[in-house]
């Protein structure tokens, strides 16, 4: 018997879809402000507050999975499970839950997949109370456009990794772990 539960078919296929990095598009942005809006509309305003693009469709000029990420802000990780979820899960997003883990680092962290044709995903958005540490993710972002240089050799990176592990997107994201820590030291030094 394993030591951790199967998880949700949903999880699973997730975790199966082939990895694809494409050239930068321009429209990125314009659906990044699309689904601001979009959010806005479906879900209670008390519910939500900032929300940023970030990743690597946030970076103009850097190659990418055409998946716009966004950081939504939340009062708390139960308004989420609780109001957040329902609304979004009724409008066809998929909805994942990864609660913390007693005794491990990390926080309790939600999140969903809207796609568009074909089943394709097109946005992810990450759930994060105010004062969570991922905000600091923005800094990477920052860094990565102020630093047309370092955002090149993140792309090579990300192209490579997927060529090498283009159906496993847990390796994926690991193979770019040492690249993400050196770049967030320099950003956290500027």
Known sequence: MSAFPTP??????????????????PDWPRRFEEEVARLRALLP????GRIEHFGSTAVPGLAAKPIVDMLVEV??????????APLL?????????????????G????????????????????????????WERL??????????????????????????????RVAYAQAKGNFIERVMRLARAA
């Open 75 to 84: 009062p708390s990780m139960s308004e989420v499970a609780q109001r957040i």
């Open 139 to 168: 800094l990477f972002r920052d860094y990565l456009i102020a630093h047309p240089e370092v955002a090149a050799e993140y792309a090579a990176l990300k192209q490579r990794i997927a060529a090498e592990l283009p159906d496993d």
């Open 8 to 25: 949700p078919e949903h999880v699973t296929r997730a975790l199966r879809e082939r990895i694809e990095i494409v050239p930068y598009d």
């Open 107 to 134: 926080i309790a962290y939600a999140w969903f997949i809207r796609r568009g044709e074909g089943g394709r995903r097109t946005h992810h958005i990450h759930c994060l109370e105010t004062g969570s540490s991922e």
């Open 89 to 105: 899960q009724q409008r066809g997003y998929e909805y994942f839950w990864r609660p913390k883990e007693p005794g491990l680092p």
């Open 45 to 48: 305003p008390e519910s939500i």
